[in-house]
């Protein structure tokens, strides 16, 4: 069967958009878990980055090994879980929102430190977001999103 140049290249463009699809499609969870937990405070969206993605799967990758719940130290503010199976991107996100009512804004403070992961993912002056996640070798899925610019500045409030 001979193909023509035209019909290569029109498989290409559908391949490429459907891969471009799917891209869009694996964080948008996500990402629309954080906005709605932003826009429930009255905080702006987040944007999804790929340099973010990008530097969040790096470090995923690092983590299959042993799967720790280690921060990377790294210039982004950040959010980790972990789970096991078939872990959803929003399940990390919901995880990580349960802390809510551990954030007494009048005080600004959390009670036990159990709500940091909360006031990233609704910090007012973060606008970038990128995700990733990878499965550890012990079956577990390790999750890790990264903000920019970082939150939980000391003395601020979120909103």
């Not at 069967?1 to 996500?30: E, G, P, V, W």
């Not at 990377?72 to 990580?96: H, Q, R, T």
């Amino acid at each position: 069967m001979r193909f023509s140049y035209h019909k290569i290249l029109a498989i290409f463009f559908i391949c490429s958009t459907l891969c471009c699809i799917n891209n869009f499609l694996a964080h948008q969870d996500f990402l629309d878990v954080h906005n709605q937990a932003r826009k429930d405070v009255g905080v702006g969206p987040l944007t999804w980055n790929n340099t973010l993605e990008a530097y969040a799967q790096d470090y995923a990758n690092k983590r299959i090994n042993d799967c720790e719940l280690e921060h990377s130290m790294g210039p982004f503010g950040e959010n980790l879980a972990e789970g096991y199976g078939e872990m959803k991107d929003a399940d990390a996100v919901k995880f990580w929102l349960t802390e809510k009512p551990n954030y007494d804004y009048d005080s600004n403070s959390c009670v036990n430190d159990e709500c940091l992961h909360y006031t990233q993912i609704v910090w007012r002056d973060t606008v970038h977001l990128g995700c990733a996640k990878a499965k550890c070798k012990n079956g577990w899925v390790f999750a890790i999103c990264s903000y920019s610019p970082p939150g939980n500045v000391d003395g601020q409030r979120p909103y």
